[in-house]
């Protein structure tokens, strides 16, 4: 979603901002703008619809002088995106300039008060409300621009990551969180860089203070960091390192962000396996396992709670779960659990899946978890990030910064994890026998090179890609561990190459589906070898005998669907609870193909938002 990023330093200010905004892209947005103190003391606030390109386009021309600025790109929720609405917005007096990524939930009530007092908007959105309420405060009550701040930010309901210039104090930047991420960069020449996550501030520094809710943080020229809240109480956020390099936020000679990292896989999974699994290849150790050993060996009942991919990889975790630890385990749309009243009880373990950490709804989901007293869990990709801030304990993925907007190397990594997770724990309550855990670990450290073996049908399916581009409408079928595979496979076309796609468990087909089955509909059959293997078969010989077109992912050397499938994707057996981690490389390649084909932006696709901090 939005994304915002300021510098105040030695530097100029104009290309680390744009540089800034380019590296936060793959967020989501659809405008851009910019707000610098100019050499002569002007405020200029610049914006363009559209992508950062033309930001600069427009910018070509103009004033883009200065050391200290801050800029942003709009996800639209409150007026459509246009100019006017784009951020940063000006205060009635253009002494202030503000971005904001989140929601002013009470901004209309707001907005009815300033305009009784003769102030008058520009744009429709909940962003002008707060930069015209602060001036407002700081103007009548004869306040400084902090001390409005903390008095605007008492009167405010929502969530919030805000930033402030004010021309009258030209060496400052104010910035502040609730439930929306920032994060202050600390540069090397007491310079300050800011952004939503680390990634605009990685090649500059590698300190970094992630701001906490309630906090608000004032950039000085040659002064130190000061972090205070709305009641100007002292707070001391930990300095602490980042370790993204520079290479994981570039595109390393792919075309697109999401190739490279479908690519990266193997390497990824040996990095969340990395420390975790013994050399001799047959242990696990989590230590979020051996801390809270009792809660997690003693959870009566497991709740998974996600969103989107994360989900289904909920669904495989729920699976894990419950063949290898016997524990029942719920798996919940985070933004179905938050309003549904669910029934939470004290030993419930409830495990948040998120691979931004930021994700608005399980954050919330987390909120309700916490308050009924079960004990929280929390499976991200972002280091430092949200959700492994307010859940008490969890596992981090490891699988490095992942840019592209379609979710694949967090989905693999999550269920790694959960792979691992199941393991500790069967382990721990001796619901499986040390053979089967030591072999099921075992075949953990051989999935990296697996996945390399599956990463080999990628010139296969380029070419079987370009054969369905013409479809409308994709089925994707599979049963046990495979059916999350299917749904996730279908959620990737959908969302990078716009075609509609279902993913359904195979035989639940007859009670709906198969009514669409047609020499137009592709149908894909996630059908390795496992015990559902033969139903699965009778499922594909249903869609043949309607005309349907099969493509089946089988297990190397399956020559019985080779003769009923129009065609077959070989993949490299292992146990059936590790099948996702193989089945959806051809799925995840498959979409991107596809979308190439129809010349779409892959890693941007409309109206999608890589960390949805709203609800
Ligand atoms: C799909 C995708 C989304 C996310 C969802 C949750 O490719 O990326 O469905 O999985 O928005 O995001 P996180 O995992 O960051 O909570």
């Known amino acids: 979603m939005c994304g915002i990023v300021g510098y105040i330093g030695q530097k100029k200010a104009y290309p680390i901002l744009i540089k800034g905004l380019q590296r936060l892209e793959y967020r989501g947005y659809d405008s851009a703008g910019v707000a610098m103190i100019s050499t002569n003391g002007n405020l200029n606030v610049y914006k363009a619809k559209g992508k950062v390109a033309d930001l600069e386009t427009f910018c070509e021309d103009k004033d883009v002088s200065g050391s200290v600025g801050i800029a942003h790109t709009r996800w639209a929720t409150h007026g459509e995106p246009n100019i006017t609405n784009a951020h940063p917005h000006y205060s009635a007096s253009g002494r202030l300039a503000l971005i904001h990524n989140g929601i002013i939930e009470n901004y209309a009530t707001i907005k009815e008060n300033l305009i009784a007092r003769g102030i008058h908007f520009k744009s429709v959105t909940d962003t002008e409300v707060l930069v015209q309420l602060i001036e407002h405060i700081m103007l009548s ?346 749904l996730e496979g279908a959620l990737k076309l959908k969302e990078i190459s716009y075609i509609h796609a279902e993913g359904y468990p195979a035989a639940e087909m007859k009670h709906g589906p198969i009514a669409l089955i047609d020499s137009e509909m592709p149908v894909f059959v996630i059908a390795t070898r496992d015990k559902l293997y033969e139903k699965v078969i009778s499922n594909i010989q249903e869609v043949r005998a309607r005309g349907g077109r099969v493509i089946a992912l089988v297990t190397r050397g399956d020559e019985q669907i080779r003769n009923l499938a129009n065609h077959v994707i070989e993949l490299p057996d292992t146990f059936e609870c590790f099948q996702p981690l193989i089945a959806s490389i051809p799925l995840q390649l498959l979409a991107y193909h596809i979308a190439v084909c129809k010349g779409k932006d892959v890693d941007r696709p409309r109206n999608l938002a890589k960390s949805v901090t709203v609800e």
């Not at 975790?276 to 050993?293: H, M, P």
């Not at 495990?351 to 079960?374: K, N, V, Y």
């Not at 390399?452 to 994709?474: G, M």
Request: charged letters at 20%.
């Open 141 to 486: 009550n004869d306040l400084c621009i902090l001390e409005a701040v903390q008095v605007a930010l008492h009167q405010v309901i929502g969530a919030y990551a805000i930033a402030i210039l004010d021309c009258e104090h030209p060496d400052t930047i104010i910035c502040a969180r609730q439930s929306s991420p920032l994060v202050v960069g600390l540069g090397e020449e007491g310079d300050f860089y800011l952004a939503s996550d680390a990634s605009p501030i990685a090649e500059y520094t590698d300190k970094v203070v992630y701001l906490n809710d309630g906090d608000i943080a004032v950039m000085q020229l040659g002064k130190d960091l000061i972090v205070v809240n709305t009641d100007n109480e002292t707070q001391h956020p930990k300095v602490k390192l980042i370790d993204v390099t520079l290479g994981q936020l570039e595109k390393g000679g792919y075309p697109f962000f999401m190739l490279k990292e479908i690519f990266e896989q193997p390497n990824c999974i040996r990095d969340c396996m990395r420390g975790r699994i013994n050399v001799e290849g047959n242990r696990i150790t989590l230590s979020a396992v051996i801390d809270y050993r009792e809660k997690l060996v003693n959870a009566h009942r497991i709740i998974i709670v996600a969103c989107g991919t994360s989900w289904h990889a909920g669904l495989i975790g729920k699976q894990l779960i419950e063949s290898l630890c016997r524990i029942p385990v719920e798996v919940e749309y985070a933004s179905e659990f938050r309003y549904r009243e669910p029934v939470i009880f004290h030993d419930d373990v409830v495990i948040a899946i998120s691979q931004s950490g930021e994700t608005a709804d399980t954050l919330a989901a987390i909120e309700l978890a916490r308050r009924s007293g079960a004990f929280v869990f929390g499976v991200c990709n972002a280091i430092g990030a949200s959700i492994p801030r307010q859940t008490q304990t969890g596992v981090y993925i490891h699988v490095g910064p992942e840019i592209g907007v379609a979710s694949t190397k967090a989905f693999t990594g999550q269920v790694t994890v959960l792979s691992m997770l199941a393991l500790c724990i069967a382990n721990e309550r001796c619901t499986i026998t040390d053979n089967q855990y030591k072999e099921m670990v075992a075949e953990l450290t051989r999935i990296p090179a697996k996945m390399e073996e599956a990463l080999t049908t990628n010139e296969q399916i380029e070419h079987l890609s370009s054969i369905f581009t013409y479809a409308k409408n994709c089925l994707y079928l599979g049963r046990g561990y495979n059916y999350p595979v299917a």
